[in-house]
């Protein structure tokens, strides 16, 4: 069974920065599309930030220029820097793995990021 584990989410103040972290079990993570979703109260989950296995990305707009999303296959870890914090990236955070050769949709069990004076 993958497991996808989520860290390094928490308190922080507007303009401070955090860096999410993705561990997955079985190095699934360097053959697979990963993303980061979020969800806010009362919201639909929403992408912020997917990352292909040829290092193609996307980002929200309302992220570009302040998060990146990153990977490093040695570790089966995809990172999310995010800078420049806003109340409104406030929201749990998931990590999604899909894959694009084998059918296969995993994720994360969230972290909370809270952006807060």
């Known amino acids: 069974q993958v497991q996808l584990v989520e860290s390094g989410g928490g308190l922080v103040q507007p303009g401070g920065s955090l860096q999410l972290s993705c561990t997955a079990s079985?190095?699934?993570?360097?053959?697979?599309?990963a993303g980061w979703y979020r969800q806010a109260p009362g919201s639909q989950r929403e992408l912020v930030a997917r990352l292909s296995t040829t290092g193609s990305t996307d980002y929200a707009d309302s992220v570009k220029g302040r998060f990146t999303i990153s990977r490093d296959n040695a570790k089966n870890t995809v990172y999310l820097q995010m800078n420049s914090l806003k109340p409104e990236d406030t929201a749990v955070y998931y990590c999604?793995?899909?894959?694009?050769?084998?059918?296969?949709?995993?994720w994360g069990q969230g972290t909370q990021v809270t952006v807060s004076s």
């Open positions: 999604r793995a899909e894959g694009t050769i084998l059918h296969y949709d995993y």
């Open positions: 079985g190095g699934i993570l360097s053959i697979s599309t």
